[in-house]
């Protein structure tokens, strides 16, 4: 039987995960929203990522549901 921190954990990381691999581009927006000191620019200017980082955060987010199903697996193993 699963205790709240494992559903907890389940929901987390499939949701997360899910996010990560259906939406890469937000999640890359997110975690450079803002103009840091040396980057130069015009406020609102857009930046695309290259494709390798969203191969990469879509990687993370198959890792993550990876770990989530383990997690929903174990107590059948």
């Known amino acids: 039987m699963y ?5 907890l954990a389940i929901a987390l ?7 990560l691999i259906g939406f890469p581009g937000a999640f890359l927006r997110l975690q450079t929203v803002g103009r840091g000191p040396r980057d130069p620019g015009q406020y ?7 494709a390798r980082y ?3 955060v879509r990687a993370f ?3 993550a ?3 989530g199903l383990y997690i929903l697996a ?4």
């Open 3 to 7: 205790g709240l921190r494992e559903l």
């Open 74 to 77: 174990r107590p059948m193993l």
């Open 61 to 63: 987010g198959a890792a």
């Open 44 to 50: 609102g200017q857009g930046w695309n990522p290259p």
């Open 65 to 67: 549901v990876a770990v």
């Open 13 to 19: 990381s499939i949701g997360l995960g899910l996010f």
């Open 54 to 56: 969203a191969r990469v």
